[in-house]
């Protein structure tokens, strides 16, 4: 879990909001994001630092060509069989609750404090799953935040997108 930006000026950094677009999902693909509907909180902080965490966390399989918004205070993972393409604000901030084995740093305190309740609490696959805006210049926007928004186009020719003197 990534904290927002408040959070993160305290450790000298920025917050973190973050999205997936799936290049690749093959039969055992796994997306984490955010935890099972009804699972409550005091059961997760609980549980959250331990194996048994995994049967709390919302999970669902995705398809090639799905994008997974991730705001700061959302607790999420990518599973085995999946490639993603990930745009991401420019912070190092990642906060483990419990990191499957692997001999890394978890830092179970603080992933508790940034995990928004409201982002926890996500209900079914297809709200996981952003849902495209068509836009006037023939692409789809997929999501849009307060520092990025990640568009899709599809052409068969060469296409040249004007950046306005930005980062595109």
């Known amino acids: 879990v990534h904290p927002d930006e408040a959070r993160a000026r305290a450790e000298g950094d920025g917050g973190k909001d973050e999205a997936w677009v799936v290049l690749r999902a093959g039969p055992r693909a796994r997306i984490i994001r955010g935890v099972r509907p009804g699972v409550e909180r ?4 609980a549980k959250a630092h331990t194996p048994e965490v995994e049967k ?12 997974v ?3 700061p205070g959302t607790v999420h993972a990518l599973g085995p069989d999946v490639v993603v393409f990930e745009l991401q604000q420019n912070s190092d901030l ?3 609750l419990y990191d499957w084995g692997r001999p890394r740093e978890v830092h179970v305190q603080k992933a508790l404090a940034v995990t928004r309740h409201e982002t926890v609490q996500v209900g ?14 023939g692409g789809v ?6 520092s990025y928004r990640l568009r899709r186009y599809a ?3 060469p296409h040249t997108l004007a950046t306005n003197s930005r980062f595109a």
């Open 94 to 96: 990642t906060y483990r």
């Open 42 to 45: 005091a059961e997760f902080e």
């Open 155 to 157: 052409w068969r020719t």
């Open 56 to 67: 709390l966390l919302w999970m669902f399989t995705p398809k090639a060509g799905d994008c």
């Open 69 to 71: 918004h991730l705001p």
């Open 124 to 137: 079914a696959a297809d709200r996981a799953v952003t849902r495209p805006v068509t836009l006037a210049d």
């Open 141 to 146: 926007q997929l999501v849009a935040t307060e």
